[in-house]
């Protein structure tokens, strides 16, 4: 499986405050939207595969944990805060 990776200097990362603790899913994506409103940063994306754990794709199967994310996402869209997403996630697993 392909992914990408995320890389972000220390003093940055903890200048846009890190990971929203609040969220236990979806905390990447968070603050990911920060590095894309901080004007001095360049964020890009590195395309390089790595290995990665596919525990739940090999549990829950593929497009069934696709359509999973899909929904936390849309939810995350449509306003939901972290308490939300995570009810979201322990309800479909």
Do not use: C, H
């Not at 869209?77 to 309800?91: H, I, T, V």
């Amino acid at each position: 499986m392909e992914t990408s990776r995320l890389y972000v200097e220390k003093d940055l990362f903890q200048e846009l405050g890190g990971f929203n603790e609040k969220y236990i899913i979806y905390e990447d994506n968070e603050f990911i939207k920060s590095l894309y409103k901080e004007p001095r940063t360049r964020f890009k994306v590195i395309k390089k595969s790595i290995l990665t754990s596919a525990r739940l794709y090999d549990k829950v199967g593929v497009w069934k944990l696709q359509r999973i994310y899909l929904q936390i996402y849309l939810k995350r869209f449509l306003g939901a805060g972290p308490d939300q997403l995570y009810l979201q996630y322990k309800k479909l697993f």
